[in-house]
């Protein structure tokens, strides 16, 4: 802009000028101008230092790998000492070795350094020590390409590689990085998955299968000049379970096998829960609570409403009336284990059948299931539960000669427990009146609270039962919030969806869910997932209880409610995690993780060269690929710094000869 405007004013001087009756001196005037506007430039040699080139060593141990009786590091030393007089006349040298990190040295060291590190973080060292070279400088990287944690990187600098190591052709690789921890049987889940290969093989299929059933399928292209790939696969779990193995396989195979395939192991849950629903009298809370089930899809439903029970007077003979004897025999006897949550609503068993009769239930809830007790004036009629084989795992205690009390009470919820804590904070929830409490004495040393009354009494609680679990609600008059008011009916229902899923340990209810693979080799970096159920104003904390003692990571917020952790394995052996969810009120979910880390290191998994790894990233750096096994130092592109573009016509004594030559021809016309 400058420049621009100087050219402006020096132009209305030479107009001003070019009256001049003397042809010579109009010619000298246009030709200064000329000279200026052209402004020519001279390619002169720089008197700038030389620039900066880093040599940086790869002393991961694949690097030690012996081919032709010499190793791959004394390899890359031997062609660096043959060109180092050529490079000393170019470049400012500066001296790298690079594992799991970066250590500048002198040139002394920079030729002693052995080959043992347990990584090779190509790519982040790269960035790293580009981003801390001056301007001008370059780097050049004697590596064989294998990159134990190739990641997404940024070159400042231009990125100059050497590749050394026998490359495999056409190898290619499959391994599982991230996985859900629980998944439903029939929804479509997703696993995250890394693919490298070298030489020309671009194309693959990649398939996932269970006992030799295929359930996914995925063909995949690299393209050209892409070595490694991340990608998102999505399979259907087919049958539910604990610890499913799933195997991952590239097809066809290939002349390594081995790195062919992966395998991973989740939890599936039923998409589909089978309840059982049981009311001893009909009322408002069975026929609100029976729609509510009926509503959600994922629910198949078998419920059955007590209208007579056996100490009923009725004037007619059984064979007379229409309705179905209650099957209580056959359903807890024979049926009750097929059933993942049992629902008994003011339900009286001692009419039908002796407490012998639930402990085929109490077996199938240590077993895994689930009961809940719901109240009325039957529920604890002279502690019936209390005195069956449910009574020592019961939530409540039994309150000796208690009766059903029929006072008034207002409602408020827990917000600590996974039940209630998205809604206890509904404020019209203690304006409504209840009504109707069965009796209790409290709550056992292991229950937990889940609703209590403004006073301060227990009104709902929860324990665990073996690998079950249970809920009692000691009222049946809950149905008198759906009815209140907008506010209160979505708090009913979601206090039942709740309950259903924290009941059956559906992941739905699962306050923080985490992914991340069970088995690692040292210098692999863990990669977990942490995904919260209530983004707001939760912080997570991560303890690493690893066999060189404990340690604290820091999690690195991707999105709202989305944490990833990373760290690089150091020790083998048995390492866990210690996940915590803080809220406003403390700590409000806390979770372990296990993996297991192997005597072997990654380095030693795959000890072929990845030269095409080494002209991705040059090329990414607009840096140059300088061969296999040897490159020369003439092969390496001069930096910009080495010459200078001379411009005289924008030197300050040209500018200021040139306003006082116009000066002197304007004056000299305008004088006479």
């Known amino acids: 802009m400058i420049e621009d405007l100087v050219l402006v004013f020096f132009a209305l001087l030479v107009f001003l000028t070019i009256r001049f009756r003397g042809s010579f001196y109009r010619f000298a005037a246009l030709a200064v101008v000329f000279f200026l506007i052209a402004n020519p430039a001279i390619r002169k040699k720089s008197e700038a230092p030389p620039p900066v080139l880093a040599l940086c060593l790869d002393t991961s141990s694949s690097m030690a790998v012996k081919e032709g009786g010499m190793s791959r590091i004394d390899r890359a030393k031997e062609v660096i000492r043959r060109e180092l007089p050529e490079l000393r006349k170019r470049f400012s040298l500066s001296f ?88 439903f049987q029939g929804a479509v889940s997703k696993l995250r998955l890394r693919l490298e290969r070298s030489g020309e093989r671009s194309q693959a299929r990649v398939t996932i299968s269970r006992a030799g059933g295929k359930i996914a399928e995925k063909t995949l292209v690299f393209g050209e000049g892409e070595s490694v790939k991340d990608i998102d696969m999505e399979f259907v779990p087919d049958e539910p379970g604990e610890n499913i193995r799933y195997r991952v396989e590239l097809h066809p195979t290939d002349a390594r096998p081995g790195n062919n395939s992966d395998f991973f192991s989740v939890s599936v849950f039923k998409s589909l829960i089978k309840v059982l629903f049981i009311s001893g009298r009909p009322g408002w809370e069975y026929s609100n609570l029976r729609a509510l089930i009926k509503s959600d899809k994922r629910i198949d439903l078998t419920s059955f409403v007590i209208l007579r029970n056996p100490s ?34 003011n339900f009286d068993y001692t009419k039908f059948i002796s407490p012998d009769y639930l402990s085929p239930l109490l077996r199938h809830i240590r077993a895994g299931g689930a009961l809940m007790l719901i109240g009325g004036e039957n529920l604890f009629s002279n502690g019936n539960y209390f005195k069956s084989p449910l009574g020592e795992s019961l939530p409540f205690r039994e309150r000796h000669g208690g009766v059903f009390s029929e006072d008034k009470f207002f409602l408020r919820a827990s917000p600590g427990h996974p039940v209630t804590s998205f809604i206890s904070s509904i404020s019209e929830l203690g304006d409504v009146p209840l009504k109707g409490m069965s009796p209790a004495a409290g709550t056992a040393p292991d229950a937990e609270t889940v609703l209590e009354t403004a006073e301060g009494l227990p009104v709902a609680a929860v324990c665990g039962a073996g690998k079950g679990r249970i809920m009692v609600l000691l009222t049946n008059s809950l149905w008198r919030l759906f009815f209140a008011g907008a506010e209160t009916s979505y708090f009913y229902q979601e206090f039942f969806k709740n309950s259903f899923a924290w009941l059956t340990r559906s992941p739905l209810l699962d306050e923080m869910s985490v992914s991340g693979r069970k088995n690692y080799k040292i210098g692999e970096e863990l ?66 993780f296990i993996f297991t880390a192997a005597d072997t290191g990654i380095e030693d998994e795959n000890t072929s060269a990845s030269h095409s790894h080494l002209r991705d990233i040059s090329r990414l750096s607009l840096g140059k690929y300088l061969g296999s096994d040897s490159f020369r130092a003439a092969d390496i592109p001069s930096p910009d710094g080495d010459s200078v573009l001379y411009r005289p016509a924008m030197k300050n004594y040209y500018l200021l000869f040139t306003a006082l030559f116009l000066l002197w021809l304007w004056f000299k016309e305008n004088t006479q």
């Open 96 to 183: 790298y070795t690079f594992d799991s990190g970066f250590r500048q040295m002198a040139e002394e060291d920079f030729f002693r350094a052995g080959a043992s590190g347990g990584a090779s973080l190509i790519s982040r060292v790269c960035a790293e020590i580009t981003a801390s070279l001056p301007d001008g400088g370059a780097m050049l990287l004697l590596s064989d390409g294998r990159d134990t944690a190739p990641e997404p990187s940024y070159f400042s600098k231009p990125l100059h590689s050497a590749g050394f190591g026998r490359v495999i052709e056409n190898d290619m690789s499959v391994k599982v990085l991230e996985y859900p921890e629980k998944v």
């Open 527 to 592: 990669l977990l997932r942490i995904q919260l159920r209530n983004a707001g104003r939760s912080g997570v904390t991560v303890r690493h209880d690893s066999p060189a003692g404990p340690a604290y990571l820091s999690p690195v917020m991707l999105s709202p409610g989305l944490f990833m952790v990373k760290q690089r394995i150091a020790e083998a052996g048995r390492h866990s995690l210690r996940i915590a969810v803080s809220g406003e009120r403390g700590v409000r979910a806390d979770k372990n």
């Open 312 to 345: 009923d007077y009725v004037p007619f003979p059984d064979n007379k009336l229409s309705l179905i004897p209650f099957p209580v025999r056959e359903i807890f006897l024979n049926d009750i284990s097929h059933y993942d949550l049992v629902i008994l609503l």
